[in-house]
């Protein structure tokens, strides 16, 4: 690997041993203040071409210039300092020709740094024709690139060629990953050359700072690693450690650098930088184990390479991209159709998985809401998942991703995720903890290194810290990993994410129509049923009165069969203006306001038990109530009416047992606290659960058991009203349970608006009222409610 500092080996003390390597980390490449001897540096105010620094060695192209070797320099650079003036500042060095001095043939290159201008000189090759490198490079390779298929097979044409230009005895092209470190991608090498095929060389072999020159200047030659650096001063007798020299081809480098090309047995080296967006892609790299200079039109004819192998990467990677782009896109597409095809809750999401994987390039997914998950695949267990959901709430990013869990994810939650390495999220709603979430598997790869990548550096008598000296394959297993996440995924889950909140929005605006048209049609049935209800009244009670009118009157004259006739009529009016009373007072549950107070179930179990064995004197009931019985936050008067409808209805459908067994308990879930009734009826079954709370909806023949078809429709508008949930259990001839839990008081207040939580609400003092049966026709609201269904 060519680089400005290498990676260190095994030292001494640990504090001494940071600052140096720090200091290496941080060494001034760009101000060497010495150049490579095999060319000469003169640097010129960019103004009016004065002369400000040179190299030492001008004296041997000028040996007899004594003091005058500034004047003689300036002298000599005449016929090219005017070239000065196309130059682009920062862009790197031109061509200015050629000179001769001495009898030498010298090439000369400049370039501009600021407010400097810098020549260099170097031996010049003569190379014209179809025999120049840059001839070579339009007639021959460019097809070549342009036939490859992959970004490997693209880099072994470059690094044929390269090798082939440059006469090095290796030349490979590696990549950069995400943490630096490089992967050799393609090798051509002579024999006796160690081959690097397949291996990576640590990010630390090339610095921060040295990359960022890599970036900025695409080429570098070192001709000999033996050479003796030249130094360089300033006119006014400073020395050169203040002349900036990141686009000097003859910049000295560190001698850090040079001691590890000699530990790799290599003696001269070039580097050709890819650049890919702007950014430092990878490098191509030559070797060789003797001393190689190259002409500068052949190092330009490498760099033009350089670029040329860059410009198809990213057109590689773009075509790539755009494809994969493609079929995330229809991948998403498939999934939104499919949810908009249904009710629009994500957690169908996991009824049709295919795509849902596919777009994460997944082993499992979950859609995690609040204290909910559903999940397809391999997944974490339903605990993890809702604790995963938790701490991603806690997040500000919409999208979240990693391929590494055990670092990234807390320890407690990294432990609970075991097995799974790499997790991609997205939040749907800020409201909720409402995310959807891929999983991969851990990946254990074996990578082959060129040397041991752990050892830690060495120093030696001298102090100076040095680099390693093995580059022996050296294999390690990597763990704890999945496969990274491509900016293509995370690209197309932020358009799913987007195009879900879309599906949803529009959803809930259409649920909030129906909502208002459901509500408003609500209010018109229950207008409607109470203005019918209440109407019916007064001639239900015509209708029995004057049947008793005329059978007090007219009875003696009345055959046996009008009579029979005038009592059926009698009945059923009486049935009907029960009916009535019991519609009216389900009416009125809707419209009265709910006023909250805390009330201690035991005493109303009790008197509801007496008031029962009161009106069932001729029957053996055998009570069992679980005590304690809990506290209840609500409308006193609407509980007890929902409480007696669930106790009458367990006395009445236990009728036909000789002795009827009825047991009361309390009920605490997530939902809240409440009450259960359970009997040993006659019971129903289940498949019927539904219809058991619907108005006039009974089971059982109205002939063995009377009701109104009313009591449980009432039970369950009192518990929805107080926010809580009414639950059913039966099997024929076995018996029913009956159970509701209300929210508590906190619970309550905790989702109410602020200032909402009391407006309707008593003293928080224990309330009960001991409430009569209603009978027909009774003008009581809530409490007059039959106890029947």
């Excluded at 650098?257 to 047995?265: I, S």
């Excluded at 050709?272 to 200079?293: K, N, T």
């Excluded at 009313?710 to 009414?726: F, P, T």
Aim: aromatic share 6%; with cysteine.
């Amino acid at each position: 690997m060519n680089g400005d500092v290498a990676t260190m080996s095994q030292g001494p003390s640990p504090t001494s041993m940071d600052r140096q390597i720090a200091h290496c980390a941080n060494e001034p490449i760009r101000i060497p203040g010495a150049i490579q001897p095999h060319g000469w540096l003169a640097a010129v105010d960019w103004r009016d071409g004065a002369l400000v620094a040179y190299s030492e060695n001008w004296r041997t192209l000028l040996p007899e210039s004594g003091d005058l070797l500034p004047a003689r320099i300036e002298g000599v650079l005449d016929p090219v300092r005017a070239a000065r003036h196309a130059w682009i500042d920062g862009e790197g060095p031109v061509s200015c020709g050629t000179l001769v001095i001495g009898g030498r043939r010298l090439h000369v290159s400049g370039h501009r740094l600021g407010e400097r201008g810098y020549f260099e000189l170097e031996a010049d090759v003569e190379e014209s024709g179809n025999r120049a490198p840059i001839y070579s490079l339009a007639r021959h390779l460019v097809p070549m690139m342009q036939r490859t298929a992959a970004v490997d097979e693209l880099c072994r044409v470059v690094v044929a060629e390269m090798k082939r230009l440059t006469g090095f005895g290796r030349c490979l092209a590696y990549r950069f990953d995400a943490e630096g470190h490089g992967e050799v991608l393609a090798e051509a090498l002579d024999g006796g050359y160690d081959a690097y095929a397949g291996h990576r060389f640590p990010a630390s072999d090339i610095p921060p700072q040295a990359r960022e020159l890599y970036r900025l200047n695409h080429i570098r030659l070192i001709a000999d690693a033996h050479y003796e650096p030249v130094p360089v001063r300033f006119v006014d007798g400073r020395d050169g450690t203040a002349l900036d020299m990141s686009q000097a081809a003859l910049r000295s480098v560190s001698p850090v650098h040079l001691e590890y090309m000699r530990n790799m047995r290599t003696l001269a080296s070039m580097s050709v930088s890819i650049i890919v967006r702007g950014q430092l892609w990878g490098l191509v790299s030559c070797h060789d184990h003797a001393p190689r200079q190259l002409s500068w039109q052949t190092r330009m004819a490498c760099e033009h390479l350089g670029q040329l192998l860059s410009l198809q990467i990213e057109a590689k990677e773009e075509n790539e991209q755009v494809t994969e782009q493609l079929r995330l896109r229809q991948l998403t597409l498939a999934i939104v159709a499919h949810l908009a095809d249904s009710d629009a809750t994500l957690q169908r999401l996991v009824e049709e998985p295919g795509p849902l994987l596919r777009l994460g390039r997944a082993c499992g997914a979950a859609v995690i809401l609040n204290d909910s998950c559903w999940s397809v695949g391999e997944t974490p267990d339903r605990e993890t998942l809702l604790t995963l959901g938790q701490w991603l709430a806690n997040r500000a990013d919409p999208v979240w991703h990693s391929d590494r869990l055990a670092l990234d994810a807390p320890p407690s939650l990294a432990a609970a995720l075991a097995g799974t390495a790499g997790a991609l999220a997205i939040s749907i709603s800020r409201l909720h903890r409402h995310h959807i979430v891929w999983f991969r598997p851990e990946i254990v790869q074996t990578v082959v290194w060129a040397g041991n990548p752990h050892k830690t550096p060495t120093t030696e008598r001298d102090t100076r810290l040095h680099p390693r000296r093995s580059f022996s394959s050296w294999k390690e297993q990597v763990g704890g990993r999945s496969l990274p996440w491509t900016s293509g995924e995370v690209h197309a889950v932020q358009e799913l994410r987007q195009a879900l909140i879309g599906v949803v929005l529009r959803r809930a605006e259409e649920m909030a129509e129906v909502a208002m048209e459901l509500g408003r049609v609500n209010k018109e049935l229950e207008a409607f049923s109470y203005t019918v209800s209440h109407d019916l009244r007064a001639p239900m009670r015509h209708i029995a009165g004057f049947v008793d009118l005329v059978l007090e009157m007219e009875g003696q004259g009345l055959s046996a069969r009008s009579q029979r006739y005038l009592a059926h009529v009698k009945e059923a009016s009486a049935h009907a203006g029960q009916l009535v009373d019991a519609l009216l007072d389900f009416s009125r549950m809707g419209r009265s306001a709910i006023k909250h107070a805390s009330i201690h179930t035991g005493p109303l179990i009790d008197d509801l038990v007496a008031e029962q064995n009161a009106m069932n004197k001729d029957r053996r009931i055998d009570w069992v109530i679980q005590r304690p019985l809990p506290r209840l936050w609500g409308d006193p008067v609407l509980l007890q009416v929902a409480v007696r409808n669930l106790v009458a209805n367990a006395v009445k459908y236990t009728r036909p047992r000789e002795v009827a067994r009825i047991e009361i308990s309390a009920v605490e879930d997530e939902t809240g606290v409440g009450l259960s009734i359970a009997d040993n009826g006659v019971g129903f079954q289940m498949k019927y659960v539904g219809k058991l709370f619907g108005v006039f909806q009974r089971l059982h023949q109205s002939e063995s058991f009377e009701g109104t078809g009313i009591g449980l429709a009432s039970v369950r508008r009192i518990v929805e009203r107080h926010g809580g949930q009414v639950d059913a259990w039966g099997e024929p001839e076995r018996g029913a349970r009956f159970s509701f839990t209300l929210p508590t008081r906190a619970m309550q207040e905790a989702q109410a608006p602020e200032g909402d939580a009391a407006a309707e609400t008593n003293t928080d003092t224990d309330t009960h009222r001991s409430l009569s049966p209603g009978g027909a026709g009774a003008p009581r609201a809530a409490d007059s409610l039959s106890p029947d269904s």
